[in-house]
């Protein structure tokens, strides 16, 4: 298996532009995890999903963030409108039902928004 | 609620020499515990995990850590550092099977530098 598949590597906007990020977790995996990790706040959990479902989005910042997975293979994390201050490290993770608690972390977006 | 402290955000050692990573953490429930790896421009990747049995357990690149109850610690050692450690490190901790499904809940990093 590739892993999980994060897209785009590097995503540099202006500040008021909608920021898309995008996630495809391993194949059978049935949780899926979106992180934000920064210098100051370290690695902070947005949201978590169960076969597609949301479960627990209590640490998304605030209503500029969104969360969606239409399928099992495909989720999305938007932002509008981003800010400077959620310049982050953006990491998707997925795990097993079964072992529930390892999670495997793709190579994250970096969102620079000036 | 758990929650996990790791102290020193930053350890440097010289190669060869022995690395200790502290972390403790706080559970009302026996806890899963776990250490994450974390080179530079990449996400985490599991190092070892400890779930129920044996408290000494062993993972992966050399690293071991030890379950304390009584000092509700999971340290992370390795005998002897090399260059390739250089690394952020990340201690977690979880309910397990006792409250369901919890995610994880991780400590602010360690970074390790090694010096040759």
């Known amino acids: 298996d590739a892993g999980v598949i994060q897209s785009p590597r590097h995503e540099v906007t202006e500040m008021g532009q909608e920021v898309t990020l995008r996630c495809k977790p391993i194949?059978?995996?049935?949780?899926l995890f979106w992180y934000r990790q920064t210098m100051m706040r370290g690695l902070e959990l947005l949201i978590y999903?169960?076969?597609?479902?949301?479960?627990?989005d209590s640490g998304m910042p605030e209503d500029r963030f969104s969360a969606k997975m239409p399928n099992a293979s495909f989720s999305t994390l938007k932002i509008q409108p981003s800010e400077p201050r959620d310049s982050a490290v953006y990491f998707c993770?997925?795990?097993?039902?079964?072992?529930?608690?390892?999670?495997?972390f793709g190579p994250g977006t970096r969102l620079t928004v000036l | 609620a758990q929650s996990v402290t790791q102290l020193g955000s930053h350890v440097s050692v010289s190669e060869g020499a022995l690395v200790l990573l502290r972390c403790n953490y706080s559970?009302?429930?026996?806890?899963?515990l776990f250490w994450y790896v974390q080179y530079p421009n990449q996400g985490l990747q599991l190092l070892l995990k400890?779930?129920?049995?044996?408290?000494l357990v062993k993972g992966i690149n050399g690293f071991e850590a030890e379950f304390k109850k009584s000092e509700t610690s999971f340290h992370l050692t390795k005998p002897s550092a090399h260059m390739s450690d250089a690394a952020e490190y990340f201690c977690?901790?979880?309910?397990?099977?006792?409250?369901?499904?919890?995610?994880?809940?991780f400590g602010k990093g360690t970074r390790l530098s090694v010096i040759a």
């Open positions: 194949s059978g995996h049935d949780y």
């Open positions: 400890y779930t129920t049995g044996a408290t």
């Open positions: 993770a997925s795990s097993q039902d079964r072992d529930y608690n390892e999670q495997f």
């Open positions: 559970s009302s429930v026996p806890p899963y």
């Open positions: 977690a901790v979880s309910d397990g099977p006792m409250s369901g499904n919890t995610p994880l809940v």
């Open positions: 999903f169960n076969n597609n479902v949301p479960i627990d």
